[in-house]
């Protein structure tokens, strides 16, 4: 009864009962059997039956109003214990059950896949078993015994006894035993008592040989590494014994130099003296520092050296045994400090960077302040050559940063001291000293000089003053005082810059000079206009000076042409002038495209009047000469084609020189400097600058431009500002009086 009750619960059972009733099954190893198909699921006399069968319920039916749902309570399945989510299958029998019969009232047939999987799992599980054993699972390795003779051999140095191989030589398939009385081996029965402890003592020796052996072997490698090892130390040892002869070497030779009182005369001496010991020591420079020890040397020597030494005079001064001593004295112009390590097993010295080196510092010390003094104070910007022979013969062997310094700093600020002094339009005037052109004194110092001192891209530099100063010239140059000859240098070195400055502040006021000055009288012609202009042609493309010719010579030309021919002209006569105009222009601008078209434009004319004849008068067209309108800009004009005149000339009068140029004029006049500063004023925004008599651009007085009139600022209130003439008060101030 307790068995039959256990397979059929009751109808409804306490949810903690239940699984108190699973868990003790689980425990004791049992498993609930599942419900059968025509089981009943409840007494049919309980209180569940009567509820469901009043609520329309028949038993054996399903759930639901079409009896869709299950028949039985849903079976539980229990898991193995500590087992996980598909370690087993979980569907029940009931399960199944419950889906074939859903699949019947649905009309459908469920395939039942189970079994047969279960079949195919089973036949594989075969089939692997019966692979396994053909294929031959890993079998466990086979000890193999050594022989004492073979652990002997094997085992460099290692001697087994004989009564020892005997006991352990136990080979074949019977058992040898070591009898004590006999020393003989004698064959027993494997299960005796005897036999069995012999076999044990045989196993425990053979045991103990094999350790011994092993650790014979490892001894006997460790002692082949010491020896090893004691072989590199003594290569490293052998190889420091050899660095510290070397040291004592390089001291005692340090200390001859030291003591040799005839090295101070003369830079000969101790410069071969020093090449002496840099030769048998070069292996030894840099990890002893030697190059510190040579300008210990040499530094009391070069202090005395540089100390009367006339720079501009003489430049090369002992810079030939500097030269000499480069490697030993600055290997790569840098200062390392020492330190120690190993490496591949030996002791070296290494040297980690640092500031600068006992020779830059020497050279900042000693050499740089001397030559200082001579460019501030001795020095000469109209001649270059003084300086540049010293930075020729110097380069090489100073360090980069005091090369900078030179070129940089002083040399440049010199120049541009000099470039803000001059001024092109007084340099005929008497009085203060006039430097000699510029590109005489500041085209030597373009090799040595950075890009953004001789370039024009980043609107600051040598050059940008140059050209603004010439921009000025050109307005104001009056064309009767001839071509301005410091331009010309400048041409190549300006390029483009040169062509645009030309074209955009000279040709208009050659074109207006031809146009106002220049008349064509053949009974008398004065040809001074024209030749004013054309003496400029070497500064200017020759298209440029053609194009000009095509607009403001030729039709005056051929207007007095048409005159002479419709006036019963003397052909002979017409066609001499004709060839004597030819000659005044050069051969280079008479073979231009638009030159050579305007020319047979004339002649055309002159054949067209002799076929008129007497008709010529009335008849004789006037001329016309086609010219395609000019561009804008007067840079466009020098890229058009040689036939079509298209070079750009402005109508305009001529540039006035502005406020700024007079006041410039006037204060090269007075020996005043006129300082651009890089401020504004902070109301106006106009540029501020100062108006000084000192050469440093020190002092002076701070003014700006408004108008035609200069405002200076006051010296005891610096937010208030005054207006100035350009006399004596501003000189006076100027000079800081």
Same mark, same amino acid.
């Given at each position: 009864?307790?068995?039959?009750?256990?397979?059929?619960?009751?109808?409804?059972?306490?949810?903690?009962?239940?699984?108190?009733?699973?868990?003790?099954?689980?425990?004791?190893?049992?498993?609930?059997?599942?419900?059968?198909?025509?089981?009943?699921?409840?007494?049919?006399?309980?209180?569940?039956?009567?509820?469901?069968?009043?609520?329309?319920?028949?038993?054996?039916?399903?759930?639901?109003?079409?009896?869709?749902?299950?028949?039985?309570?849903?079976?539980?399945?229990?898991?193995?214990?500590?087992?996980?989510?598909?370690?087993?299958?979980?569907?029940?029998?009931?399960?199944?059950?419950?889906?074939?019969?859903?699949?019947?009232?649905?009309?459908?047939?469920?395939?039942?896949?189970?079994?047969?999987?279960?079949?195919?799992?089973?036949?594989?599980?075969?089939?692997?078993?019966?692979?396994?054993?053909?294929?031959?699972?890993?079998?466990?390795?086979?000890?193999?015994?050594?022989?004492?003779?073979?652990?002997?051999?094997?085992?460099?140095?290692?001697?087994?006894?004989?009564?020892?191989?005997?006991?352990?030589?136990?080979?074949?398939?019977?058992?040898?035993?070591?009898?004590?009385?006999?020393?003989?081996?004698?064959?027993?029965?494997?299960?005796?008592?005897?036999?069995?402890?012999?076999?044990?003592?045989?196993?425990?020796?053979?045991?103990?040989?094999?350790?011994?052996?092993?650790?014979?072997?490892?001894?006997?490698?460790?002692?082949?590494?010491?020896?090893?090892?004691?072989?590199?130390?003594?290569?490293?040892?052998?190889?420091?014994?050899?660095?510290?002869?070397?040291?004592?070497?390089?001291?005692?030779?340090?200390?001859?130099?030291?003591?040799?009182?005839?090295?101070?005369?003369?830079?000969?001496?101790?410069?071969?003296?020093?090449?002496?010991?840099?030769?048998?020591?070069?292996?030894?420079?840099?990890?002893?520092?030697?190059?510190?020890?040579?300008?210990?040397?040499?530094?009391?020597?070069?202090?005395?050296?540089?100390?009367?030494?006339?720079?501009?005079?003489?430049?090369?001064?002992?810079?030939?045994?500097?030269?000499?001593?480069?490697?030993?004295?600055?290997?790569?112009?840098?200062?390392?400090?020492?330190?120690?390590?190993?490496?591949?097993?030996?002791?070296?010295?290494?040297?980690?960077?640092?500031?600068?080196?006992?020779?830059?510092?020497?050279?900042?010390?000693?050499?740089?302040?001397?030559?200082?003094?001579?460019?501030?104070?001795?020095?000469?910007?109209?001649?270059?050559?003084? %300086?540049?022979? #010293?930075? /020729? &013969?110097? =380069?090489?062997? $100073?360090?980069?940063?005091?090369?900078?310094?030179? !070129? @940089?700093? *002083?040399?440049?600020?010199?120049?541009?001291?000099?470039?803000?002094?001059?001024?092109?339009?007084?340099?005929?005037?008497?009085?203060?000293?006039?430097?000699?052109?510029?590109?005489?004194?500041?085209?030597?110092?373009?090799?040595?000089?950075?890009?953004?001192?001789?370039?024009?891209?980043?609107?600051?530099?040598?050059?940008?003053?140059?050209?603004?100063?010439?921009?000025?010239?050109?307005?104001?140059?009056?064309?009767?005082?001839?071509?301005?000859?410091?331009?010309?240098?400048?041409?190549?070195?300006?390029?483009?810059?040169?062509?645009?400055?030309?074209?955009?502040?000279? %040709?208009?006021? #050659?074109? /207006? &000079?031809? =146009?106002?000055? $220049?008349?064509?009288?053949?009974?008398?012609?004065? !040809? @001074?206009? *024209?030749?004013?202009?054309?003496?400029?042609?070497?500064?200017?493309?020759?298209?440029?000076?053609?194009?000009?010719?095509?607009?403001?010579?030729?039709?005056?030309?051929?207007?007095?042409?048409?005159?002479?021919?419709?006036?019963?002209?003397?052909?002979?006569?017409?066609?001499?002038?004709?060839?004597?105009?030819?000659?005044?222009?050069?051969?280079?601008?008479?073979?231009?495209?638009?030159?050579?078209?305007?020319?047979?434009?004339?002649?055309?004319?002159?054949?067209?009047?002799?076929?008129?004849?007497?008709?010529?008068?009335?008849?004789?067209?006037?001329?016309?000469?086609?010219?395609?309108?000019?561009?804008?800009?007067?840079?466009?004009?020098?890229?058009?084609?040689?036939?079509?005149?298209?070079?750009?000339?402005?109508?305009?009068?001529?540039?006035?020189?502005?406020?700024?140029?007079?006041?410039?004029?006037?204060?090269?006049?007075?020996?005043?400097?006129?300082?651009?500063?890089?401020?504004?004023?902070?109301?106006?925004?106009?540029?501020?600058?100062?108006?000084?008599?000192?050469?440093?651009?020190?002092?002076?007085?701070?003014?700006?431009?408004?108008?035609?009139?200069?405002?200076?600022?006051?010296?005891?209130?610096?937010?208030?500002?005054?207006?100035?003439?350009?006399?004596?008060?501003?000189?006076?101030?100027?000079?800081?009086?």
């Amino acid at each position: 009864m307790d068995g039959h009750r256990r397979r059929r619960p009751p109808a409804f059972v306490p949810a903690k009962r239940q699984r108190d009733e699973e868990d003790q099954d689980s425990t004791m190893g049992r498993r609930r059997p599942p419900l059968a198909q025509n089981e009943p699921t409840m007494a049919p006399n309980s209180f569940a039956a009567r509820m469901m069968a009043k609520m329309g319920h028949k038993p054996g039916e399903g759930l639901g109003v079409s009896g869709q749902g299950i028949t039985n309570p849903i079976d539980v399945k229990l898991r193995p214990q500590g087992a996980g989510l598909g370690a087993v299958k979980e569907k029940t029998e009931q399960a199944k059950r419950e889906e074939r019969r859903a699949a019947r009232l649905r009309g459908e047939t469920l395939e039942e896949s189970s079994e047969e999987e279960r079949k195919a799992r089973k036949q594989k599980s075969k089939g692997g078993r019966a692979n396994s054993k053909q294929n031959g699972a890993p079998k466990r390795p086979k000890l193999k015994y050594r022989t004492a003779t073979e652990i002997e051999e094997e085992t460099v140095g290692l001697v087994v006894p004989s009564a020892l191989k005997s006991l352990i030589d136990i080979t074949g398939k019977e058992t040898k035993l070591l009898a004590s009385s006999e020393l003989s081996t004698v064959s027993t029965d494997a299960n005796t008592t005897l036999q069995t402890e012999a076999h044990k003592i045989a196993e425990r020796a053979r045991r103990d040989l094999e350790a011994f052996a092993e650790e014979w072997s490892s001894l006997a490698d460790e002692l082949s590494y010491l020896d090893i090892q004691g072989e590199e130390l003594d290569t490293a040892a052998q190889q420091e014994w050899e660095s510290l002869r070397r040291l004592q070497e390089l001291v005692e030779a340090v200390r001859q130099l030291k003591a040799d009182n005839s090295l101070n005369d003369g830079w000969e001496d101790i410069t071969t003296a020093l090449e002496t010991v840099a030769l048998e020591f070069r292996e030894e420079a840099e990890a002893y520092a030697l190059s510190e020890v040579a300008v210990a040397a040499i530094h009391p020597l070069f202090r005395s050296s540089i100390s009367d030494w006339h720079v501009l005079d003489d430049p090369k001064h002992t810079s030939p045994y500097i030269h000499r001593l480069r490697m030993l004295l600055a290997p790569d112009l840098g200062s390392t400090s020492l330190t120690t390590g190993t490496e591949n097993g030996a002791h070296v010295y290494r040297r980690k960077p640092k500031s600068t080196s006992a020779y830059e510092t020497m050279m900042y010390n000693v050499w740089l302040p001397k030559v200082r003094s001579a460019i501030i104070n001795e020095w000469d910007v109209d001649q270059p050559t003084q %300086l540049t022979s #010293l930075v /020729d &013969a110097w =380069k090489d062997v $100073l360090p980069e940063f005091i090369l900078t310094k030179v !070129l @940089d700093q *002083l040399v440049v600020q010199k120049l541009t001291t000099s470039l803000a002094e001059w001024n092109p339009r007084s340099r005929s005037k008497k009085g203060a000293h006039q430097h000699r052109p510029p590109h005489v004194w500041l085209f030597p110092w373009f090799p040595y000089l950075d890009s953004h001192h001789t370039g024009l891209s980043d609107g600051s530099g040598l050059l940008v003053e140059i050209k603004r100063k010439f921009k000025a010239l050109l307005n104001a140059w009056d064309l009767s005082r001839g071509v301005i000859e410091e331009l010309k240098p400048w041409k190549e070195v300006l390029g483009q810059d040169f062509d645009s400055m030309m074209i955009r502040h000279l %040709l208009p006021r #050659l074109a /207006d &000079a031809l =146009k106002s000055g $220049l008349s064509i009288n053949p009974a008398d012609q004065d !040809l @001074d206009p *024209l030749r004013r202009v054309l003496a400029w042609k070497d500064l200017f493309p020759a298209k440029v000076m053609g194009q000009l010719l095509v607009m403001e010579f030729f039709p005056k030309w051929l207007a007095i042409l048409h005159v002479w021919l419709t006036s019963e002209p003397n052909f002979e006569e017409v066609g001499q002038w004709f060839t004597w105009w030819k000659g005044q222009i050069p051969t280079e601008i008479n073979q231009l495209g638009s030159v050579v078209e305007a020319w047979e434009r004339g002649l055309a004319m002159m054949n067209h009047a002799i076929d008129l004849g007497e008709r010529a008068g009335t008849d004789l067209p006037a001329p016309v000469l086609h010219i395609e309108h000019p561009s804008s800009n007067p840079e466009d004009g020098a890229s058009t084609q040689q036939n079509t005149p298209t070079i750009a000339v402005r109508r305009q009068p001529p540039e006035e020189a502005s406020f700024r140029d007079v006041v410039e004029e006037w204060c090269s006049e007075e020996n005043l400097l006129l300082i651009p500063l890089r401020e504004a004023h902070s109301q106006t925004g106009h540029p501020l600058f100062r108006i000084t008599a000192s050469a440093n651009g020190k002092g002076g007085v701070l003014v700006y431009l408004k108008g035609d009139v200069i405002w200076a600022q006051e010296k005891t209130a610096k937010d208030v500002w005054q207006p100035i003439g350009l006399g004596q008060s501003l000189v006076e101030r100027a000079e800081g009086r």
